[in-house]
């Protein structure tokens, strides 16, 4: 069965295993992945803690539909406090990780304490191993993964590691399985790194015993014709997400420069056809892959076609990295994007933080606010693909005064450069945006404003916002599974009934998250994708657990307001510019100035986004400060929250 | 007696994204659960040079495994066009599994026996889930069009490029 999977709590101090089995009250309550991750952050993290000492806990989860006969259920989530934010950590990732923990007789690990030395996990079966892992420190990821298949003598062994970055506490150091499926935002490799904690290592032969085998089959066919049928994921499986940075660069969506542009021209060489060339040379045409059970396959494979890294297997580029490695710096080449996406992979650093830092760096060195003493001698200029990879290596090796000093993350590097370099920095809470420029859609900028662990477009992010579907359309999707009468607009440049988008989207992602699939396989790029009307079926085939639509509605709406509590208790607070449901000024005061008639001179309207804000939180059952309502709390059963039950 | 058609799993290596979907199904059909353990297909992979090679039994017309029984439980089923285990006579000797060139022959360790394909009865479910087509079911004589007519294009192109040299 999928719901006896077990926690295990590992103390990393004291070298003590403990396994526990998951009581079905409070599966109801946060079924799974993040939901239950919160939970476990909320009871088992102190308040105030120190996000690099042994008080803070790392948790490694599958979701509840991990390993089941539900389509693309692969997705790995991570939380911790977070070195980046202060706040919380969260990522999510795909590949084979997370099945494989399933098999092996586990949803969910809590990772306490500091190992005297560099050590792994082996997770095989129900047993668990604290191993050496001193001849693995200062391996790059994918060294790391194949040299503990090689030692445990095992191929299918599928390990989440640190690279160079997470030992050198860069606070935005990621966690990687497979090639490039990596766990980016937050810094969460960076609490491993703290921990001395190189990889997980897992390996499970043990059944899943699921409800209704049979039915579930069928119905995993249907799904996946569903997914399928979406043109959206069929475009994404011939050219994977850069078919989104192209679209979204036409129409003028894309920081550029920094955020000084919002559209990156004579950009032909990184457009999505012409790294699915490069793919088509260098792997032939069937060069897509995919994660565990997926039928999308998004991931490209490519070798680096020129340059020192001329031949380097990879996957990807994904949408981020030609934001990080192109738009955001102002360069156009193909080969530095693929470079930079392996070099990232390789260190183990988050590539919409490295990218979007060293733009921040690049335009203050424009304005002066950096120099050539800072950058000890760089000419950090904007187009300077050279200087763009170098700097990548500096953040990793934490090496020469600037590279150190963007390894701390964002706000402390601009308090450590000084002048006004705040001003410059496209952050929310503590992380940078990814590189996308939200200015002409308030939808997307209230999402950024209010994801809570920091900007982000994949916690709250109602990208369909930008399809015009007809009224009616968005009625029927954002009018369930609870009623919702009020306005909506499908134009994208109104402030109309966005907050209640925002709020849905928030409710959809954290649902996903908890289930532990794909959220290409739900509404978020494609309107016609599973939600929560279609999940109480698989649920049930699959694990036997029945649920309604509202239910896994409520499911989702505690799992974030038990995030917002974790923020609340950290230090969130509504206006704070560094820690706050906020933007960068430049959204309100520097208006579009490429793109599409419908984007360029858009800026954000401060009072119309207040107004958001507001409603949001009212949405929410919040206060004006973004503080929950005692009522909204009883409705969420969250009043006796830390409740310690696990 | 010859059978009407005579149909095998084809597997087209390189259409394979490696997603592995095909394992988890073929467990859930034969035993309703989910672990790949069980499955009768298996999908080889060297990650590091993004190659995916699902491997299943090739129903050998003149099979080692079959050879190596000792006690005669494994036999051609012609009609399904088959090799398959009669379990009533199987000893789990596991002489099968080390004889099979494909490693194709596989030993369950939680039902401490020896499973390999049976096509489904006709219907496998890794080619119905195989959306790339990586895995196909097609006549066994067919299974050499596609790739003749590949190396005879390659060949007309050969003999364009010898002839443009004269």
Known sequence: ???????????????????????????????????????????????????????????????????????????????????????????????????ELAWAGF????????????????????????????????????????????????????????????????????????????????????????????????????????????????????????????????????LGTPFIWGATNCWGGLRTNNFQYNQLEDADDIEPERLDEIATETMGPHHMAACFGCQVHCRAQYKIPAGPYAGKYDEGPEYTSLGAFGAEAGCRS?????????LVDQYGMDNLETGSLIAWAMELFEKGILTARETDGLDLRFGNDEALLEMVHRICARQGWLGDTLADGGIPAAEKIGNNAFDYLIQVKGMNNLHSDERATPALALNVATSSRGSDHLRSRPAIDLY??????????????????????????????????????????????????????????????????????????????????????????????????????????????????????????????????????????????????????EIKGLDKNGLPEPRTLERLGLAQEPSHQL | MQPATMKVLKIDFEKCTGCRLCELVCAVHHDGVSNPARSRIRVVKWESEGLYIPMACQQCQDAPCMQGCPVGAI????????????????????????????????????????????????????????????????????????????????????????????
């Open chain 2, 75 to 166: 036999t051609h089923n012609w009609e399904q066009n088959r090799v398959e285990v009669d379990y009533g006579l199987c000893i789990g000797c596991r002489t099968c599994v080390a004889v099979c060139p494909f490693g194709a022959m596989h030993f369950n360790t939680i039902d401490r026996k020896v499973i390999k394909c049976d096509l489904c009865n006709g219907d496998p479910q890794c080619v119905r889930f195989c959306e790339v087509k990586a895995v196909t079911f097609v006549d066994a004589g067919d299974e050499s069009l596609a790739r003749q007519r590949t190396a005879a294009r390659r060949l007309h192109t050969a003999e364009g490029k010898a002839a443009a040299l004269l």
């Open chain 1, 107 to 238: 949803h969910h690990l809590v990772i306490k304490g500091k190992a005297a030395g560099p050590v792994y996990l082996f997770i095989h079966n129900g047993e668990i191993e604290i191993r050496d892992a001193a001849h693995l420190w200062g391996k790059t990821t994918t060294d790391t993964q194949w040299a503990i298949r090689s030692e445990l003598d095992d191929e299918e062994v599928k390990s989440c590691v640190i690279g160079p970055a997470g030992e050198n506490l860069v606070r935005f150091a990621n966690v990687m399985t497979g090639i490039k499926n990596a766990g980016g935002r937050t810094g969460m490799g960076c609490v491993m790194g703290s921990k001395n904690l190189k990889a997980v290592a897992v390996r499970g032969t043990l059944d899943i015993r699921l409800a209704h085998p049979a039915q579930a089959l069928d119905f995993n066919k249907k799904f996946i014709d569903q997914i399928t049928s979406a043109k959206v994921n069929q475009i994404q499986g011939k």
């Open chain 1, 468 to 617: 015009h579907l007809p009224e009616e359309v968005l009625r029927k999707i954002y009018g369930t599974p609870v009623p919702y009468d009020g306005p909506l607009s499908s134009d994208h440049t109104s402030y109309t009934g966005k907050p209640w988008m925002v709020f849905w989207q928030e409710n959809c992602y954290m649902a996903v998250d908890c289930l532990g699939i794909c959220k290409y396989h739900t509404v978020f790029l494609g309107a016609t994708l599973p939600n929560f009307e279609d999940w109480p079926r698989v649920i049930e085939l699959n694990t036997g657990l029945k649920l309604s639509p509202t239910d896994i509605w409520q499911i989702a709406e505690r799992g974030n307001m038990l995030e917002r509590l974790f923020n609340l208790r950290e230090g969130l607070t509504r206006d704070d510019p560094k820690k706050g449901d906020t933007l960068n000024h430049r959204y309100f005061d520097e208006p579009c100035l490429r793109g599409a008639p419908d984007v360029i001179g858009l800026s954000i309207d401060r009072d119309r986004f207040n107004a958001m804000i507001d409603e949001f939180y």
């Open chain 1, 334 to 342: 193909a080969v530095t994007v693929l470079t930079g996406n392996h």
């Open chain 1, 1 to 99: 069965m999928a719901l006896n999977r077990k926690i295990a709590y590992i103390d990393l101090s004291t070298n003590t295993v403990e396994t526990r089995p998951i009581p079905l009250e409070i599966r109801k309550k946060f079924l799974g992945g993040r939901g239950l991750d919160a939970y476990l952050l909320y009871n088992h993290a102190p308040a105030g803690c120190d996000p690099l000492g042994p008080e803070n806990v790392l948790i490694i989860s599958a979701g509840i539909l991990t390993a089941t006969c539900a389509s693309a259920s692969a997705r790995t989530h991570i939380m911790a406090k977070s070195p980046l934010t202060g706040l919380l950590g969260s990522t999510n990732m795909g590949g084979f990780f997370a099945p």
